[in-house]
């Protein structure tokens, strides 16, 4: 069974009077996530990640398409009682403490009395927040915030977590704090779903992950896969004549001068590097060096993009703006 069944999922919002053409800001997505991992939904701001989260949420009606969740269509109240869910930049009523505010989202999954008591408890324990649960909301920080949402995700016991942007706004501690929570939460055999806008947080937590841009998705795989699919190699070589270096560039993504007749050559993700390397020999080279370059998930971001362009000093900004 897969938690997660996404086909075809398309959400239009109106602009306007003047601007009649709706605006499509989830174009035909399908996708499936299987059981028990972490599927990270990763894009720039504005590619459509809360939209699709919010249409399997139920929270928005798909213009085409349609969700299921735990085996269920979008929506469904069994499946809503299995479902833990953490909205982006959550806000709560905040005078209440955590241990008030945890007992009333208990108090909404039908948990009464004693039992009501020791679940708000025992998430409130397991995001770390059980020694400061008598104190007002108003006194946390924005990473205990955070973790009272992941709190009130988890008090249900769900098969099934959607995390928006858990790791936004967070220092790098509190970011730590929550990959972790992740990882807990996977290690019990829940399935996780969460987004994010930086590529980074995905790959270390996820087992798969699938690329948004501009509503749709350009890439959907293990990382591994998507990683694979975008590194090239690396060739170094010495006593390089400078008429293959001139020939080659039509050949590589890029060429460096190390020192005097020393050239590294990076040569396109697919391309083979034997027949290069032959050409470097016939040309009367030495060949030094044949090297992976692990790529990230920025480039198979930008590979999936058609952009295939290395881009080292830039990265962030390059993510941020496409
Ligand atoms: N309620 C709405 N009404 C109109 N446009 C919206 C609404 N919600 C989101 N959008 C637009 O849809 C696009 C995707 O937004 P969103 O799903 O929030 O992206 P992300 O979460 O990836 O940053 C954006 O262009 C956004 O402005
Ligand atoms: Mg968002």
Same mark, same amino acid.
């Given at each position: 069974m897969f938690p997660?069944?996404?086909l075809g999922l398309t959400k239009d919002f109106p602009q306007g009077f003047w601007r009649p053409r709706p605006h499509r800001a989830v174009d035909g997505l399908s996708f499936d996530i299987p059981e028990g991992g972490v599927f990270g939904l990763l894009g720039p701001n504005g590619a459509g990640k809360s939209t699709t989260l919010k249409?399997?949420?139920?929270? @928005? $009606?798909?213009?085409? !398409?349609?969700?299921? #969740?735990?085996?269920? %269509?979008?929506?469904?109240?069994?499946?809503?009682?299995?479902?833990?869910? @953490?909205?982006?930049?959550?806000t709560f009523y905040d005078h209440l403490t955590a241990e008030e505010l945890l007992e009333y989202f208990a108090g909404l999954f039908g948990y009464?009395?004693?039992?009501?008591?020791?679940?708000? !408890?025992?998430a409130l324990d397991r995001v770390g927040l059980g020694a400061d649960r008598r104190r007002p909301l108003r006194q946390y920080s924005k990473g205990m915030v955070q973790r009272v949402g992941l709190a009130?995700? #988890?008090?249900?016991? %769900?098969? @099934?977590? #959607?995390?928006?942007?858990p790791m936004s706004g967070l220092d790098p501690i509190g970011r730590r704090d929550v990959r972790e929570m992740i990882l807990a939460l996977r290690d019990e055999g829940r399935t996780v779903l969460f987004s994010s806008h930086i590529l980074s947080d995905a790959e270390q937590l996820c087992s798969r992950v699938g690329i948004l841009?501009? !509503?749709? @998705?350009?890439?959907?795989g293990t990382v591994g896969e998507l990683t694979r699919h975008a590194g090239g190699t690396d060739v170094t070589a010495s006593d390089? %004549?400078?008429?293959?270096?001139?020939?080659?560039?039509?050949?590589?993504?890029?060429?460096? &001068? #190390?020192?005097?007749? $020393?050239? &590294?050559?990076?040569?396109?993700p697919g391309e083979r590097p034997e027949p290069f390397i032959a050409d470097l020999?016939?040309?009367?080279?030495?060949?030094?060096?044949?090297? %992976?370059?692990g790529a990230s998930l920025e480039d198979a971001f930008l590979h999936a993009?058609?952009?295939?362009? &290395?881009?080292?000093?830039? &990265?962030?900004d390059r993510s941020a703006a496409s």
């Open positions: 997660v069944r996404v249409l399997l949420l139920d929270l @928005l $009606r798909p213009t085409a !398409g349609r969700a299921e #969740i735990l085996g269920r %269509p979008a929506g469904d109240v069994g499946a809503r009682q299995r479902l833990g869910f @953490l909205p982006e930049n959550p009464r009395g004693e039992d009501r008591r020791a679940r708000a !408890g025992a009130q995700a #988890i008090v249900n016991d %769900p098969a @099934l977590v #959607i995390l928006d942007e841009a501009k !509503g749709r @998705l350009v890439a959907e390089v %004549p400078t008429a293959f270096v001139d020939r080659a560039a039509a050949r590589v993504r890029k060429t460096s &001068r #190390i020192a005097d007749g $020393r050239y &590294r050559f990076e040569l396109a020999a016939a040309a009367g080279a030495a060949l030094v060096s044949v090297a %992976p370059v993009l058609g952009n295939d362009v &290395r881009v080292d000093d830039t &990265r962030g």
